[in-house]
């Protein structure tokens, strides 16, 4: 399922956090409210699979050691919609839980955006945490706060700058800047969100560190070659076809004349397949190099720094095709190349 809104579900104070998203409120919310406003206050359970066979004597029914996340029919969705399927030790945790514990910090830092993506598999909260200056710059500071119930991901507490003059939401690199919690879906999952959710004041350390890291980007110059490493490592090259890969190493004299021309007809094929992959990587890479001399023309003094390719990428990943009612620039495919592009742009200063 591709990281876009549920239905209508996104809301955002005022104006949305990225780039116009969503319902739009003005008085402030606590998170309990906002999340009956957003209509993301829908409930998932955990329940058995079984393996359903059909035998002489009739269906017969398999216990399973898995179990399927299941989100309730909503207005919009009157249906049962399997969202993951996951483990015994997977244990959920309701939206509504989650904006209680929330809702005391919400006085110091209000709620700005709240939405659910795809069917209910993901939900999202972001709070306002201010505002300040990087690399010269405005930002607005946010908290953002996801769920995921796909079974792969985690419940995480991330800080999130958004870069006032573009409206460029900034990922780095989360493990190296110390602002980012990730707690899995254990039994535990309700009692170790209210206590990290109880320390969230302590984060605000984290985040200073975090725009410390984030201000060294513009202290150094690059040179071209330094800049296309950062794109790369933001947009490596495409990954082989499978087939392609499996097949790469057969000759005539390993399979009879028959196959081996069936093999050169579909090995053609996955070549074209290929290339056509890795002619989309180059495209966004030839993209953001095209953002990164507009950025130096437009911003001298940032000009040919790590800051300057960094904000590149991430205005490459916020406005190319296909974003349009999508979460993947803030979490998902689009902030992945933005951390790699981070981490990579760091250890330019860091050596």
């Known amino acids: 399922m591709p990281a876009v809104i549920f239905g209508d579900r996104f809301l955002g104070r005022r104006e949305p956090a990225w780039h116009g998203l969503g319902k739009t409120f003005d008085e402030p919310?606590?998170?309990?409210?906002?999340?009956?406003?957003?209509?993301?206050?829908?409930?998932?359970?955990?329940?058995?699979?079984?393996?359903?066979?059909?035998?002489?004597?009739?269906?017969?029914?398999?216990?399973?050691?898995?179990?399927?996340?299941?989100?309730?029919?909503?207005?919009?969705?009157?249906?049962?919609?399997?969202?993951?399927?996951?483990?015994?030790?997977?244990?959920?945790?309701?939206?509504?839980?989650?904006?209680?514990?929330?809702?005391?910090?919400?006085?110091?830092?209000?709620?700005?955006?709240?939405?659910?993506l795809g069917y209910g598999e993901k939900i999202f909260m972001t709070l306002n945490a201010g505002d300040a200056e990087i690399c010269g710059e405005d930002h607005q500071l946010y908290y953002l706060v996801t769920d995921h119930r796909d079974g792969g991901g985690a419940l995480s507490i991330a800080f999130t700058p958004v870069r006032v003059v573009c409206q460029n939401t900034l990922t780095a690199g989360l493990s190296q800047s110390k602002v980012n919690v990730r707690l899995r879906h254990t039994r535990t999952i309700e009692a170790d969100a209210e206590w990290y959710v109880g320390i969230f004041n302590q984060l605000a350390l984290a985040k200073d560190k975090a725009i410390q890291e984030m201000d060294t980007l513009s202290t150094v110059r690059i040179k071209d070659y330094e800049m296309e490493k950062v794109i790369v490592s933001a947009y490596p090259d495409a990954s082989k076809p499978q087939r392609l890969t499996l097949s790469k190493d057969l000759t005539p004299d390993n399979v009879p004349a028959s196959i081996w021309s069936t093999l050169l007809k579909d090995k053609q094929k996955q070549v074209e397949e290929f290339e056509k992959r890795q002619a989309r990587v180059d495209r966004i890479r030839d993209g953001a190099k095209e953002r990164y001399a507009v950025f130096n023309d437009e911003f001298p003094n940032l000009a040919e720094t790590p800051w300057a390719i960094w904000q590149a990428i991430c205005e490459t990943e916020d406005y190319r095709r296909g974003h349009k009612d999508s979460g993947t620039a803030v979490f998902g495919t689009r902030a992945d190349a933005k951390a790699r592009a981070f981490t990579s742009a760091r250890k330019l200063v860091t050596g």
């Open 29 to 116: 919310l606590t998170m309990t409210e906002a999340v009956v406003k957003a209509n993301i206050d829908f409930r998932i359970a955990k329940h058995p699979v079984v393996a359903s066979i059909d035998t002489p004597e009739g269906t017969e029914l398999i216990p399973t050691n898995d179990f399927a996340v299941v989100r309730e029919p909503v207005d919009d969705d009157d249906q049962y919609r399997v969202l993951s399927i996951v483990g015994k030790q997977w244990t959920p945790i309701q939206a509504s839980t989650l904006a209680t514990m929330l809702d005391p910090i919400t006085e110091q830092y209000p709620v700005e955006t709240i939405g659910a």
